[in-house]
């Protein structure tokens, strides 16, 4: 009883220890002293698989040693006051869960500017997780190519390490030392807990800043008491090697005024390098208070920065002498034209504009499509041309392109006064889209600057013309108003007439895919169906109309397109008006398309082509223009069938072709007309129109051909 009392005593020291060192799955077996029941049976709760052998006297115990997971065996011998011998053994399962990875939480990369020092990459920008809590560690696996990365200081070599303790610390930094070729850097990674478990090929990206810098620092060069001048480009400039947009912020403001938009900027305001390029930066020099300066400061946006740096403004007494003339009329669709085909300029203190320069911009009213070029003539004799980006006068080179929008152009030595006037009259606008609807004026700015401190600025009107109205006629069955496609102002509506028989019947009078181009209208001459659009032609001195017509039947006048006085029918009389149509005279059975502008017949602008054969169902195209010269006061037309021109009605009026009473035309009615005059259905259209179009310009004759083959 004594020996297994004892042994049993042993067995309760030695079991912690088991079981402390069974947790990680270890198992045992083992004889010396105690019963193979008892102590088998307690390991056995903690252990796995395994086994101790062993023989005790005296009931101590010794050689109890766990050996690894699974199997082992470990024996010894004992001697205290007696002997024994037995075995134990047991089996059991891993008494905690397998180890988990960490994973990388945060990998944002750091912002940092070009060349600075001890840039600390924190927690917020790299972080990794462990489910266990444990530290994890990171091993710098490639160096950054253009910097030093550092922990607490010290500079990391390949395979160095940091954990993640350091960076909620701060202690990991990184200086850039531009090294290596380009901006941006990085650092390879690989990460792990303490027992090796992490992955590897992770990137840390270090975003380089570089900070703006002045590309041109001045000086500026203004005339003495000049007001509203502009701050060029290319004596004060920016750049930023990212591309970050860049401010600039008036640290010292100058005696004169810097504005912006018109607005004085006052010490601690800001404007953009796009406030530059975009002319809005203007200065005001005080008279007689001589040379002036300002001082600025940059910033990108993302910590790059330049310190202030004066601007010197130099003033000077004498300026070019520029004027621009006559303002262009320009349609779009047609050919670049010059701007200032008269321009003249002089320079009383300048033999040439070496290091001046020339720009010109749309400054109002500017829109997409719009462009400003050079029209190269050839190297002749006073000839202006441009290869590739440099501009030559006779052959000789005089300045180079330095920017296409707005157009800037460097002077050098041989830029004489005769020579960059002839490059100010080859200044040209254009506009590619013929049935563009920004049709407003354009105001384009010349500035020129002699490369001695003289400065002229000059602004002329572009008159830009185009299509006005178009009626396409392919609104759906049912709408109750033909809609203008051009801007959907001068829509006409079918009914409301006066009298409800000029109605057009919405469910009936529309022909979805009969027309000429697409759908069509069908007017009827009995009821002396019309439209009365959103369109005056009262205060347009130049204009065309243009409509396809497809009679229903072959007798009588048929105008298609009418305005004019109150009464008016559809041939003049005494009433002022115009009109275009087709006519089938019962005398003679003679086929005419006729174009009339006046208020009689032996005074008016007759044309007609003669000789027609007007098919039921055949398409005709019309076109009549009328052209206003405000010198003489005179308008001339011009008329076209299917792109044949129209010839002078000798039997009315030999000389009919120009007109000089319907300059203002206060009389006429408000509205342009489709399918009927005035009064009385004698001559009403009587069939298919469509396509009808309103220009505030003459076509040409080749223009007109060009609308007749495009719908044929």
């Given at each position: 009883m004594s020996l297994h009392a004892q042994s049993f005593w042993i067995v309760l020291v030695v079991v912690p220890t088991l079981l402390a060192a069974c947790k990680e799955g270890d198992g045992g077996s083992g004889e010396g002293g105690a019963p193979e029941e008892l102590l088998g049976g307690v390991i056995g709760v903690d252990g796995g698989t395994g086994g101790a052998s062993g023989n005790a006297a005296?009931?101590?115990t010794t050689g109890v040693t766990p050996v690894g997971e699974g199997a082992g065996e470990s024996s010894g011998q004992g001697t205290a006051g007696g002997s024994a011998s037995g075995t134990s053994s047991g089996s059991g399962s891993a008494g905690g869960p397998a180890n988990q990875a960490p994973t990388i939480t945060l990998n944002l990369g750091a912002l940092t500017q070009f060349g600075a020092t001890s840039v600390v990459i924190t927690a917020a920008r790299l972080a990794?997780?462990?489910?266990?809590?444990?530290?994890?560690?990171?091993?710098?696996?490639?160096?950054?190519?253009?910097?030093?990365?550092?922990?607490?200081?010290?500079?990391?070599?390949?395979?160095?390490?940091?954990?993640?303790?350091?960076?909620?610390?701060?202690?990991?930094?990184?200086?850039?030392?531009?090294?290596?070729?380009?901006?941006?850097?990085?650092?390879?990674?690989?990460?792990?807990?303490?027992?090796?478990?992490?992955?590897?090929?992770?990137?840390?990206?270090?975003?380089?800043?570089?900070?703006?810098?002045?590309?041109?620092?001045?000086p500026l060069y203004y005339h003495d008491g000049g007001t509203s001048l502009q701050v060029p480009t290319n004596y004060f400039a920016a750049a930023d090697a990212d591309g970050d947009p860049i401010t600039f912020t008036l640290t010292t403001a100058p005696a004169g005024t810097l504005r912006k938009n018109g607005t004085a900027l006052a010490q601690g305001d800001t404007f953009t390098q796009s406030d530059l390029a975009q002319d809005k930066i203007t200065y005001d020099h005080v008279a007689a208070s001589g040379n002036d300066a300002f001082a600025v400061s940059l910033a990108d946006g993302r910590g790059g920065t330049l310190a202030a740096?004066?601007?010197?403004?130099?003033?000077?007494?004498?300026?070019?002498?520029?004027?621009?003339?006559?303002?262009?009329?320009?349609?779009?669709?047609?050919?670049?034209?010059?701007?200032?085909?008269?321009?003249?300029?002089?320079?009383?203190?300048?033999?040439?504009?070496?290091?001046?320069?020339?720009?010109?911009?749309?400054?109002?009213?500017?829109?997409?499509?719009?462009?400003?070029?050079?029209?190269?003539?050839?190297?002749?004799?006073?000839?202006?041309?441009?290869?590739?980006?440099?501009?030559?006068?006779?052959?000789?080179?005089?300045?180079?392109?330095?920017?296409?929008?707005?157009?800037?152009?460097?002077?050098?030595?041989?830029?004489?006064?005769?020579?960059?006037?002839?490059?100010?009259?080859?200044?040209?606008?254009?506009?590619?889209?013929?049935?563009?609807?920004?049709?407003?004026?354009?105001?384009?700015?010349?500035?020129?600057?002699?490369?001695?401190?003289?400065?002229?600025?000059?602004?002329?009107?572009?008159?830009?013309?185009?299509?006005?109205?178009?009626?396409?006629f392919d609104d759906a069955s049912g709408t109750t108003s033909a809609l203008d496609s051009v801007a959907g102002v001068a829509n006409a509506p079918l009914t409301g007439h006066t009298t409800p028989a000029n109605d057009l019947d919405p469910a009936t009078a529309w022909n979805p895919t009969g027309g000429k181009l697409g759908g069509a209208l069908l007017f009827n001459r009995a009821e002396t169906e019309f439209l009365d659009t959103?369109?005056?032609?009262?205060?347009?001195?130049s204009f065309t109309l243009s409509a396809w017509v497809q009679v229903a039947s072959a007798t009588g006048g048929q105008v298609a397109l009418w305005q004019g006085d109150t009464g008016g029918n559809g041939w003049g009389s005494a009433q002022h008006e115009v009109h275009i149509g087709l006519n089938k005279y019962t005398s003679g059975n003679d086929g005419h398309a006729?174009?009339?502008?006046?208020?009689?017949?032996?005074?008016?602008?007759?044309?007609?082509?003669?000789?027609?054969?007007?098919?039921?169902?055949?398409?005709?195209?019309?076109?009549a223009t009328i052209s206003y010269d405000s010198g003489t006061g005179v308008s001339t037309g011009a008329a076209y069938v299917d792109g044949v021109a129209m010839t002078v009605d000798t039997t009315a009026n030999a000389n009919a072709r120009t007109d000089t009473t319907q300059n203002t035309r206060t009389s006429w009615r408000d509205a342009l007309r489709i399918g009927a005059p005035d009064a009385g259905n004698v001559r009403s259209a009587d069939g298919l129109i469509d396509d009808v179009r309103v220009y505030d310009y003459p076509l040409t004759q080749a223009e007109a051909q060009a609308l007749f083959d495009a719908a044929d």
């Open positions: 005296g009931g101590a990794a997780s462990d489910p266990e809590g444990e530290d994890v560690t990171f091993t710098v696996t490639t160096l950054p190519a253009r910097g030093t990365l550092r922990r607490n200081g010290t500079a990391l070599t390949t395979n160095g390490t940091f954990t993640q303790s350091d960076l909620v610390a701060n202690l990991v930094t990184y200086d850039h030392g531009n090294t290596g070729t380009g901006l941006e850097d990085s650092f390879a990674f690989s990460f792990a807990d303490p027992h090796g478990a992490g992955a590897t090929g992770q990137t840390f990206a270090l975003d380089v800043n570089e900070s703006p810098a002045l590309t041109r620092s001045g740096t004066s601007i010197a403004i130099n003033v000077s007494g004498v300026d070019p002498a520029l004027a621009l003339g006559t303002p262009l009329v320009y349609a779009v669709g047609r050919a670049a034209s010059p701007i200032a085909s008269a321009a003249t300029l002089t320079d009383a203190d300048s033999a040439n504009f070496a290091g001046g320069r020339l720009r010109a911009a749309i400054t109002a009213n500017a829109a997409a499509g719009d462009q400003l070029t050079i029209l190269a003539e050839g190297t002749g004799a006073g000839q202006i041309n441009v290869d590739t980006m440099i501009v030559s006068y006779e052959g000789t080179p005089i300045g180079t392109i330095v920017q296409t929008s707005p157009l800037v152009v460097d002077l050098n030595a041989a830029a004489t006064p005769a020579a960059t006037q002839r490059l100010v009259r080859r200044l040209g606008f254009g506009h590619a889209d013929a049935l563009a609807a920004a049709l407003a004026d354009r105001t384009v700015t010349v500035l020129l600057l002699d490369g001695t401190g003289g400065v002229t600025q000059q602004a002329t009107t572009v008159d830009v013309r185009g299509l006005r109205a178009h009626w396409r959103g369109y005056s032609l009262k205060t347009v001195e006729t174009f009339f502008f006046g208020n009689n017949e032996n005074g008016a602008i007759v044309l007609r082509r003669t000789g027609m054969t007007f098919n039921v169902g055949a398409w005709h195209h019309l076109v």
